[in-house]
């Protein structure tokens, strides 16, 4: 029990989140009462925006508990409904909220500022207030937002679709290894089983993998369609000229960062491919296929403990002060934040949820591996941005931009690989380290830019009025990863070619880029954190305080990286070079 999530930290039952979401219902009248009104002076406008932000807050509790509840297990009937009735409250408290911006936007620029320079009581909104005059030629009447936030609801099919399948209806053929036993495979353990030093044992796991996902490629790929087509339309219903401007232009990022983010990670390829041959070296196999990429360089691979894990990762964040590392034990030993271990029906990867008053929750399928040990470290990166947002900002401005986000989860990965590296002499624990690392690096900073090329592709297709079909989807993932690859990793292209079908990310347009240049921004500010450079740790907290209460790379800025720039991810390529370094040294 101490090792699954807290949900009764929510909703003491079921029933009790029955009775929050039909009280949140009853209660999105209160909103009508504003509707038409806001002109008519800044007590009625700040009522208006508290009401909204208050059922807002409720909303997030109602959705956070269904949905961490339906992701650890997707088979659970009860859970599967009360995660598909928060998602249609979800659009009805947006519908209901639909009349405000355009009436504020209705104001002007100038007034909406006046008000929060000129009244405390507005001040939180400032940020809010300049960004929605951002967005202004997007923004359309109330009538027309009214309509999209109706929407919402059916926008969550195609989501809600791939995850009923891959999640929970997807069943693999049994992993068989080299001595003819058999592993099951699950999306919780797939990961554990390509980390097998056994090769045949993790071929057998890829290749199931990949053909249980091939056996349904019509159906994800009509899927997959519905949903591109589902952006094109928002784009397109706000006037913006493509989804990827769309996408991006909801955080302030310029296109440039995007272009310049796959630019600089084309240019770079070589030293992925430098790595294959270190990887293969390592190995002791004249080249090596993708079902490699994840095998223990080491010939006994330690099998870690949860709570040796825990006591590293905190070890590890010492810089960032005492008081930030007691929060972290804490969350991972006493608050129940995590739902530790795999079981069967839990959802595939592992990610952090939650909202403002509840716990920065994660679910993950820790397996003991020095793999399992950085993506527990991750999503606590992620938690703790949260945490230290909620405690510190207002509702309106305590969501931070996916963009920042990734910042802060590949920020504690930098700290710990470099705490673990300098002070263990274990040589096969050093190997699972760099074994880690370059696992992060292949997700963060090969897989997710490649994923960007194809999603890129996809959306220009679609926006050009072009069918996608499995075989077209199929075929170019699998060009682009050979680019990718290069000549000396051998691979089956319709099984590589696949991958897209094993990533939900693609159902959030435009996010998987926003991992590469995380890492990226994580590695600047931490490699400063780590040199101890004076009040560098100050403004990495700081940062993670600010939450949404401005724009991402302003906030990025602030903390001493600015990732409209190529430097960054330079430098992180740099440091990816230095792991080859060691790692073909050890070869």
Request: charged share 25%; glycine share 8%; net charge negative.
């Amino acid at each position: 029990m101490e090792r699954t999530w807290d949900a009764a930290s929510v909703f003491a039952t079921p029933e009790a989140w029955g009775d929050a979401l039909e009280a949140l219902v009853a209660d999105l009248g209160k909103l009508d009462a504003f509707a038409g009104r806001l002109a008519e002076s800044p007590a009625i406008a700040l009522e208006a925006l508290a009401t909204r932000d208050d059922l807002n807050r409720r909303l997030g509790h109602v959705f956070v508990y269904a949905y961490l509840d339906y992701s650890v297990d997707t088979g659970d009937q009860e859970a599967v409904a009360r995660f598909g009735r928060a998602q249609s409250v979800f659009g009805q408290v947006a519908a209901a909220s639909s009349f405000v911006e355009p009436e504020l936007l209705a104001l002007g620029r100038d007034r909406l500022l006046e008000w929060a320079e000129g009244d405390p009581a507005f001040a939180r909104y400032s940020h809010y207030f300049d960004d929605l005059a951002r967005r202004v030629e997007h923004v359309r009447s109330s009538e027309v937002e009214e309509l999209l936030g109706l929407l919402v609801d059916a926008g969550t099919g195609p989501y809600a679709t791939y995850s009923a399948l891959t999640d929970s209806d997807l069943r693999f053929a049994d992993a068989v290894g080299s001595e003819g036993e058999t592993s099951e495979v699950t999306q919780g353990s797939i990961h554990a089983l390509l980390g097998s030093p056994d090769r045949s044992l993790r071929r057998s796991a890829w290749e199931s993998y990949a053909d249980g996902h091939r056996a349904v490629r019509n159906a994800i790929a009509s899927n997959y369609a519905t949903a591109v087509k589902q952006d094109v339309f928002s784009a397109r219903a706000r006037r913006h000229p493509s989804t990827r401007a769309a996408s991006l232009h909801a955080s302030n990022i310029p296109l440039e960062v995007f272009d310049n983010l796959l630019a600089t990670f084309e240019r770079n390829l070589p030293t992925w491919h430098r790595y294959w041959r270190a990887r293969a070296s390592l190995l002791g196999l004249d080249a090596i296929e993708p079902y490699d990429l994840w095998a223990p360089l080491g010939s006994d691979p330690p099998q870690l403990s949860y709570e040796r894990c825990v006591e590293w990762i905190c070890e590890s964040l010492a810089p960032l002060g005492d008081e930030y590392v007691a929060t972290v034990r804490r969350g991972c030993f006493e608050d129940r934040w995590i739902d530790v271990y795999p079981n069967q029906g839990k959802m595939g990867g592992a990610f952090s949820a939650g909202q403002p008053g509840t716990r920065p929750f994660i679910v993950m399928s820790f397996d003991g591996t020095a793999v399992s040990l950085g993506t527990l470290a991750h999503e606590l990166g992620h938690s703790m941005h949260s945490y230290l947002a909620w405690e510190t900002q207002p509702q309106i401005s305590s969501r931070y931009s996916l963009f920042v986000a990734e910042v802060a989860s590949n920020f504690h990965q930098v700290l710990l690989r470099a705490h673990l590296l300098e002070t263990i002499s274990d040589r096969e624990l050093q190997l699972a380290v760099l074994d880690e690392a370059m696992a992060n690096f292949h997700r963060y900073f090969f897989v997710m830019p490649t994923l960007a090329r194809f999603e890129q592709e996809t959306h220009e297709r679609i926006e050009r009025g072009e069918g996608l079909t499995a075989e077209l989807l199929d075929g170019r993932m699998a060009d682009l990863f050979a680019e990718a690859y290069g000549p000396d990793l051998l691979f089956d292209r319709e099984r590589v070619g696949i991958t897209w079908a094993q990533f939900s990310h693609l159902y959030a347009p435009f996010y998987v880029y926003q991992y590469a240049t995380g890492i990226s921004g994580a590695h600047a500010l931490g490699n400063r954190v780590l040199a101890g450079e004076p009040g560098a740790a100050e403004r990495y907290v700081d940062f993670l305080r600010a939450g949404g209460s401005g724009y991402p790379l302003d906030l990025l800025r602030g903390a001493g990286v600015d990732l409209t720039s190529r430097e960054p991810v330079e430098e992180t390529f740099a440091v990816l070079s230095s792991l080859v370094d060691r790692l073909e040294a050890l070869a």
